[in-house]
């Protein structure tokens, strides 16, 4: 098993979860609102990641400075990484930096609260 984690622009979210929910055999994801930054740090880079620019002014200040985005966060068997990292990527595409990043991590155990069913069954 696998963890995928995605970190996206806000305006890209809809598309991401309609390409996920296309892929058979995986079993969903969980997705965060978060703030962070990357290495566009200019201001210009940042208002235009802003849905409402006017709260940019009384939000961020001084040197550090962050932009909302999107965190998605899927748990799948091995066979289905490359199919999720595909849709993400492609979904997930502007063209333009600051689009985002994925990463993939291993997982070594997973047990369901409710039955406790244990390993690739739960995902």
């Given at each position: ?5 995605a970190f996206i622009k806000n305006k890209k979210l809809q598309d991401v ?15 965060t609102a978060i703030y962070g930054f990357g290495r566009d740090r200019d201001d210009e880079t940042i208002k235009e990641s802003w849905d ?72």
């Amino acid at each position: 098993m696998k963890q995928v984690k995605a970190f996206i622009k806000n305006k890209k979210l809809q598309d991401v979860i309609s390409s996920l929910q296309k892929i058979e055999g995986l079993s969903g994801g969980s997705v965060t609102a978060i703030y962070g930054f990357g290495r566009d740090r200019d201001d210009e880079t940042i208002k235009e990641s802003w849905d409402n620019k006017e709260s940019l002014d009384k939000t961020v200040s001084g040197i550090y400075q962050s932009i909302p985005h999107k965190r998605i966060e899927i748990v799948c068997r091995d066979e289905l990484v490359e199919v999720v990292l595909e849709a993400i990527q492609k979904s997930a595409h502007t063209g333009l930096r600051g689009d985002g990043i994925i990463y993939v991590c291993p997982v070594e155990d997973a047990v369901r609260i409710s039955t406790a069913e244990r390993g690739e069954c739960v995902v």
